[in-house]
């Protein structure tokens, strides 16, 4: 009976992400199912980037629309999201950002070695066009919520490694908003080393895999301001 709950409840979450996971190609205008929501069925199972945004939706839209923030109205979440995603796209390329769709959500993967020194939370200075770019992509959109994730390799101790990856994420977040990125949208939580991506760690690679930091960058809806009211 246990196993049989077990699989409804993984068929359930696979046939909800490919109907989230129905996108827009931004240059042909066709419908398709992303190959992220397709390779990301684990993710959305046992993850944590799907999951509910950082310090939960209600309150964040609160302070979004307190800051003047209007919403994606009904339908055009898609489609608004299809253009950033392509803009960012355009912008970051050869940055060493990943840029990923997730249903309407987008998220960027900045790989540690390319945006901080080993054991440093200091974002590097050939790396801030990047994240210029990134901030004058986000500041043209403003109807997104934007969570910023950091991690670590588990090299060091736990608590150390915890502290390593606040740091990080905050870090990019200030610099965001030091490049007019609204603070109200952002929320920064660290993970440390419990969500190794690149798992075991045999080589340096996997090291460098592992200390990244990640942003999702969520639509804010009509229906979470309604929420919020």
């Known amino acids: 009976m246990k196993n049989r709950t077990i699989k409804l409840t993984m068929f359930t979450a696979v046939g909800a992400l490919m109907l989230t996971g129905c996108v827009t190609d931004p240059e042909t205008g066709q419908q398709r199912i992303s190959k992220a929501a397709i390779g990301g069925?684990?993710?959305a199972l046992g993850g944590y980037l799907l999951g509910d945004l950082i310090g939960g939706k209600r309150d964040r839209t609160e302070k979004i629309v307190g800051a003047g923030i209007g919403a994606v109205a009904g339908a055009g979440?898609?489609?608004y999201m299809d253009q950033q995603e392509k803009k960012l796209r355009e912008r970051t390329a050869g940055t060493g950002i990943d840029v990923e769709r997730q249903g309407d959500q987008l998220v960027l993967n900045m790989p540690g070695d390319v945006t901080f020194d080993y054991n440093s939370a200091v974002v590097k200075s050939q790396f801030r066009s990047a994240l210029d770019s990134?901030?004058?992509t986000l500041s043209e959109y403003p109807s997104t919520y934007i969570?910023?994730?950091?991690?670590?390799?588990s090299t060091?101790?736990?608590s150390y490694n915890q502290g390593l990856s606040e740091r990080r994420a905050s870090s990019v977040a200030d610099y965001l908003a030091g490049r007019g990125v609204n603070r109200a949208r952002m929320a920064t939580i660290g993970y440390g080393e419990s969500q190794l991506k690149c798992?075991?760690?045999?080589s340096e690679a996997d090291y460098q895999c592992n200390?990244?930091?990640e942003i999702r960058i969520a639509p804010v809806t009509q229906n979470d301001v309604n929420a919020a009211r």
């Open 211 to 213: 200390r990244r930091v």
């Open 156 to 158: 060091g101790s736990d």
């Open 77 to 79: 979440a898609g489609y």
């Open 134 to 136: 990134v901030a004058s």
């Open 199 to 202: 798992a075991p760690e045999r």
């Open 41 to 43: 069925v684990g993710g």
């Open 147 to 153: 969570d910023v994730y950091g991690h670590t390799d």
